[in-house]
């Protein structure tokens, strides 16, 4: 059931607000998550606003733990923990598409594409922040050398671990909301979350944008202090928000395939 447009405007408004101040969105971040929350309440209803919140909420909480042992993967990452609108607009944005889609012809793939798109933005940053936390072995690709936990394109057991267990919170959030996505369902749209998640690490590995910062370290960022940093790697037109979304169209699109449908 959806809510009232206004109703919808309102409770949206309160969650961006919430999450700017819990300082897990930027102003512009709490913006778009409000823009997204409204879409999901007002054209959605529960069975889409559960593996939403289930993957904001649970990915929020995970980027907040253990910050001190995740400093040094932060410094190598393009942004900082706090999601801006370009990133919500990489992790939802896709989803957002399929839901405003099936507002307007809703086909039964279009849910799975929903999840899965949501399941794979949880498995990635599941993935990264687990991996990040617990540490361990981390190879490029999980076959190449070693690289630092944390590190795009890097695989290691605990951040496959971490993966697979977000890809799996969000579709059984889905499973419990809308009861006809069933339990052989969701786990395949866990999978083709997983499989999104894989996706993003091989273009982590190959195409993302990695800079030489001044200490000769590589980062993500391409500036620091107001100066451009010199290409070490990757695409310079390719960053970890466009990885990002890459990675949420491989798991809408797998899951469309695996999932006839909600009623």
Do not use: C, H, I
């Given at each position: 059931?959806?809510?009232?447009?206004?109703?919808?405007?309102?409770?949206?408004?309160?969650?961006?607000?919430?999450?700017?101040?819990?300082?897990?969105?930027?102003?512009?971040?709490?913006?778009?998550?409000?823009?997204?929350?409204?879409?999901?309440?007002?054209?959605?209803?529960?069975?889409?606003?559960?593996?939403?919140?289930?993957?904001?909420?649970?990915?929020?909480?995970?980027?907040?733990?253990?910050?001190?042992?995740?400093?040094?993967?932060?410094?190598?990452?393009?942004?900082?923990?706090?999601?801006?609108?370009?990133?919500?607009?990489?992790?939802?944005?896709?989803a957002a598409a399929c839901l405003a889609a099936w507002a307007v012809w809703p086909a039964a793939p279009l849910y799975g594409a929903f999840v899965g798109a949501f399941a794979a933005a949880a498995a990635d940053t599941w993935g990264t922040e687990v991996g990040t936390l617990v540490g361990g072995p981390t190879r490029r690709l999980g076959v190449g050398g070693r690289v630092p936990p944390g590190t795009s394109g890097g695989?290691?057991?605990?951040?496959?671990?971490?993966?697979?267990?977000?890809?799996?919170?969000?579709?059984?959030?889905?499973?419990?909301?809308?009861?006809?996505?069933?339990?052989?369902a969701a786990l395949a749209v866990a999978a083709a979350g997983l499989a999104g998640a894989f996706a993003d690490t091989a273009l982590g590995a190959t195409l993302q944008a990695r800079f030489r910062a001044p200490d000769g370290?590589?980062?993500?960022?391409?500036?620091?202090?107001?100066r451009a940093l010199p290409l070490a790697a990757g695409r310079r037109w390719l960053g970890n928000d466009g990885v990002n979304l890459i990675c949420t169209l491989v798991g809408a699109a797998l899951g469309a395939l695996v999932v006839g449908g909600v009623g």
């Open positions: 059931m959806t809510a009232p447009p206004l109703v919808a405007l309102a409770a949206a408004a309160a969650f961006g607000a919430a999450a700017y101040g819990a300082r897990a969105l930027t102003a512009g971040g709490a913006v778009a998550g409000a823009a997204l929350g409204w879409m999901l309440l007002a054209w959605g209803g529960a069975a889409w606003a559960a593996p939403a919140l289930t993957f904001f909420v649970l990915s929020s909480a995970l980027s907040r733990a253990g910050r001190r042992r995740k400093r040094s993967a932060e410094a190598l990452a393009a942004k900082g923990g706090r999601r801006d609108a370009a990133q919500v607009a990489a992790n939802g944005g896709v695989v290691s057991a605990a951040g496959t671990a971490g993966a697979a267990a977000g890809a799996l919170s969000v579709a059984l959030a889905a499973a419990l909301a809308a009861p006809a996505l069933g339990g052989g370290s590589l980062t993500e960022r391409p500036a620091e202090a107001g």
